[in-house]
C-alpha cells in the first residue's frame, strides 16, 4: 500500500488494543480445546479465561494456521488450538513475487463496507457526465490537506473521477468539525454545504437530524483511517493524504481519452 504524508491529527493515536490482549497473554496461560475448525476457534479462543471479542476465523494458505478479525476490525493470527498468535503480515511468495495476502484481505473488508453504505448516506460530487470510476474520501472540513484535495474535485469529476465523502472528525464527534460535518449531512443541499465548510464558511447552527457522521467515523476507524483525507479506492486499497488529480488517474489506471 503507498504512502504518502498527511497532516498529523490533533488527538493521539490510541494504543493498539490488540496488543494489551497480547501483552495478558504473554503473562498470563491461555486456554482453548484444540480444534481444526475455524468456527470452533472462534468460540475455543480465549485469554486467561476471557473469551476474545471475535468476529471471523479464517483459513490460510498455511495449514493450520487462521486468521482473526476482531469486532473492533484488528486482525492477528491463530494456531489450531489457539497457544499462539502472530501480529503481522502474510505473504505469498509466488512467481511473480510477494503478495501481501493480509493487505488483500484488508481492501477486501474496505471495498465491501464501502459498498453497504447507501448514496443517500454519502456527500456526492459526481459532474455532469458518467463517471468513470468513484473514490470514496473520508474527511473532515478542518484537515488543510482535504480543503486542498476539495479544490480538485472540479478537475476530477471533468476527468470522470466522482467523489464521495463520508464523515472522518479527527478530534471525534463532538469536535467543532464533527458538528461541522453534521450541519452538512443535515443541509437541504449536502454538496454545497460541504462546500461552504470547506471554504471556511460557518453553516447554520440550527441543522440538525438523524445523520450518519458518528457510524461512520466509527467505521473509519475500524477500517484503519487515522488520518484525513484518507482515500477508499474501488478495490478496498486506501490511500493516506492529498493526492493530484494527474496522479489520482494513474492509480485508477484511467486515461482522459
Known amino acids: 500500500m503507498m504512502r504518502r504524508s498527511t497532516e498529523p491529527t490533533t ?41 476474545m471479542p471475535v468476529e471471523q476465523v479464517s483459513e490460510t494458505p498455511m495449514e493450520g494456521i487462521y486468521h482473526v478479525r476482531l469486532e473492533n476490525g484488528e486482525t492477528f493470527y491463530s494456531n489450531a488450538d489457539g497457544s499462539h498468535f502472530l501480529v503481522g503480515d502474510l505473504y505469498e511468495n509466488a512467481d511473480s513475487g510477494l503478495v501481501n495476502l493480509t493487505e488483500q484481505a484488508r481492501n477486501q473488508e474496505r471495498a465491501d463496507a ?85 471554504q471556511g464558511e460557518t453553516l447554520s447552527s440550527s441543522a440538525s437530524c438523524d445523520n450518519p457522521v458518528a457510524e461512520q467515523y466509527e467505521m473509519g476507524r475500524a477500517l484503519g483511517v487515522q488520518g484525513t483525507p484518507a482515500i477508499i479506492l474501488p478495490d478496498g486499497q486506501m490511500v493516506p493524504g492529498f493526492v493530484p488529480p494527474d496522479r489520482m488517474m494513474e492509480m485508477l489506471e484511467l486515461d482522459d481519452a
Open 11 to 51: 488527538s493521539q493515536s490510541k494504543p493498539h488494543r490488540l496488543i494489551g490482549w497480547l501483552i495478558v497473554g504473554a503473562l498470563l496461560p491461555m486456554t482453548a480445546q484444540a480444534n481444526s475448525a475455524p468456527d470452533e476457534l472462534k468460540d475455543a479462543l480465549r485469554v486467561n479465561g476471557q473469551e
Open 114 to 198: 464501502i459498498a453497504a453504505i447507501p448514496e443517500s448516506d454519502r456527500v456526492v460530487f459526481r459532474g455532469d457526465e458518467t463517471p468513470k470510476a468513484t473514490v470514496v474520501v473520508f474527511t473532515d472540513p478542518s484537515c488543510p490537506y482535504c480543503v486542498k484535495l476539495h479544490e480538485t474535485v472540479p478537475e476530477l469529476n471533468e476527468r470522470g473521477i466522482a467523489v464521495h465523502y463520508l464523515a472522518f472528525p479527527r478530534s471525534g464527534v463532538s469536535a467543532d468539525a464533527g458538528r461541522t460535518l453534521q450541519q452538512v449531512w443535515c443541509a437541504d443541499n449536502p454538496s454545497e454545504a460541504m462546500s461552504r465548510s470547506k
